[in-house]
């Protein structure tokens, strides 16, 4: 019987990629992964294309039929087909822990690529700004999030002190006095017990200043 061509395909595929050889051109893999770096590259130039006419005519990039409203990036029937496969198929912490480290690596190398070609680590597409490793825009839009993150740790420290909640937890304070619950003022207590006194600088040359200032009021006296 006569093979059908997905399966002359597939064939091909496994055949190569048991190779060690790219399952799309047949060369030989030039790097860490299933494709080499000019199929990867074209792959990705592709996808990056139909993602783009997905946004511009709000097609979902999923199911590649329904349309998107608003600032939808996958319709509701995806989305909920996404949802129902994560309830019927959870993530074991292992496989969990294994993607996380896969991932973390895959990002590193991408990072030292990136920074060894003199290209932003972040987006990849603009040169870096030197002696930074990220291009302007990208260190803009980075120092605008850490600027938010900033007002907004204020005003939720602002918002516990007013509402008497722990400073550092949130939590009520079921202490007297004090800005901090009594489980935190006990780590904070614990923390600053376990800290080598007498072996940093500035409480050294505070005692010394202490010293001083009390033999020098015992003189006047």
């Not at 494709?35 to 074209?42: A, G, I, P, T």
């Not at 937890?169 to 619950?181: A, H, K, M, S």
């Not at 009594?182 to 200043?209: A, F």
Request: charged share 35%; hydrophobic share 20%; with cysteine.
């Amino acid at each position: 019987m006569a093979l059908t061509q997905k399966e002359i395909s597939h064939n091909c595929y496994k055949r190569r990629k048991d190779n060690g050889l790219c399952p799309r051109c047949g060369k030989p893999l030039d790097r860490t992964g299933y494709y080499c770096s000019d199929c990867l590259k074209k792959n990705n130039e592709r996808e990056k294309e139909f993602r783009e006419w997905c946004k511009e005519y709000k097609i979902c990039p999923q199911c590649k039929k329904n349309k998107l409203f608003g600032d939808e990036h996958i319709c509701p029937e995806c989305l909920a087909r996404k949802a129902i496969y994560r309830a019927n198929n959870p993530i074991s912490d292992e496989k969990q822990k294994q993607y996380n480290e896969r991932f973390k690596k895959q990002q590193k190398t991408l990072y030292q690529q990136r920074k060894e070609q003199g290209v932003c680590t972040r987006c990849g597409k603009r040169p870096a700004a030197k002696p930074k490793a990220k291009c302007a825009i990208c260190l803009k839009k980075d120092a605008q999030v850490h600027r938010k993150q900033y007002y907004d740790k204020i005003d939720i420290k602002e918002y516990r002190k007013a509402n008497n909640l722990c400073y550092h937890c949130g939590n009520p304070i079921d202490r007297e006095t004090g800005q901090l619950c009594q489980s935190c003022w006990d780590k904070c207590r614990e923390n600053g017990l376990k800290s080598p006194h007498d072996n940093t600088y500035w409480r050294q040359d505070n005692n010394m200043v202490f010293k001083w200032n009390r033999g020098a009021k015992n003189e006047h006296k």
